[in-house]
C-alpha cells in the first residue's frame, strides 16, 4: 500500500500539529497503522500505532500523554495529533502500515509498508 503523509512544519515549543497519512488502498481497515520518526543521525524510533478497528492505541513513553494517533477508516487516513511539542519532538515523521487479519486486539510491531516522511521541526 502506498502512504502519503502530511502536516509537518515549524512549530514553537509547547505548539501543536496534526499530522495526516493516506493510504491508497481499498482495505485500509484491514491495516494496522504505526507513526515513527527519526531525527538526523539517529535510528528510526516507535512513535504511537492504532489497530485496525482503532479500539486499541499504544504510544512510546515519551509522547504519552501529549500525541494522539486516530484513524478514519471512510477517508482511509490516520492522524497523529501532536500537543504541547518540545525540541527533542524534531523529527521526521514516517507512517507505516501492516496488514492484519482484522483478529488483533493491539497494533502490531511490525511493519511492511511505509510512507516517505513530513518533517517536523520544533523551536526554543
Known amino acids: 500500500v502506498q502512504l502519503q503523509a502530511s502536516g509537518g512544519g515549524l512549530v514553537q515549543t509547547g505548539g501543536s500539529l496534526r499530522l495526516s497519512c493516506a493510504a491508497s488502498?481499498?482495505?485500509?481497515?484491514?491495516?494496522?497503522m504505526g507513526w515513527f520518526r527519526q531525527e538526523s543521525g539517529k535510528e528510526r524510533e516507535f512513535v504511537a500505532a492504532?489497530?485496525?478497528?482503532?479500539?486499541?492505541?499504544r504510544y512510546s513513553d515519551s509522547v504519552k500523554g501529549r500525541f494522539t494517533i486516530s484513524r478514519d477508516n471512510a477517508k482511509n487516513t490516520v492522524y497523529l495529533q501532536m500537543n504541547g511539542l518540545k525540541p527533542e519532538d524534531t523529527a521526521v515523521y514516517y507512517c507505516?502500515?501492516?496488514?492484519?487479519?482484522?483478529?488483533?486486539?493491539?497494533?502490531?510491531?511490525?511493519?511492511?509498508?511505509w510512507g516517505q516522511g513530513t518533517q517536523v521541526t520544533v523551536s526554543s
Open positions: 492504532i489497530t485496525w478497528k482503532g479500539t486499541s492505541t
Open positions: 488502498t481499498r482495505a485500509f481497515s484491514s491495516y494496522d
Open positions: 507505516a502500515a501492516e496488514r492484519t487479519d482484522r483478529r488483533t486486539v493491539v497494533p502490531t510491531t511490525k511493519y511492511t509498508d
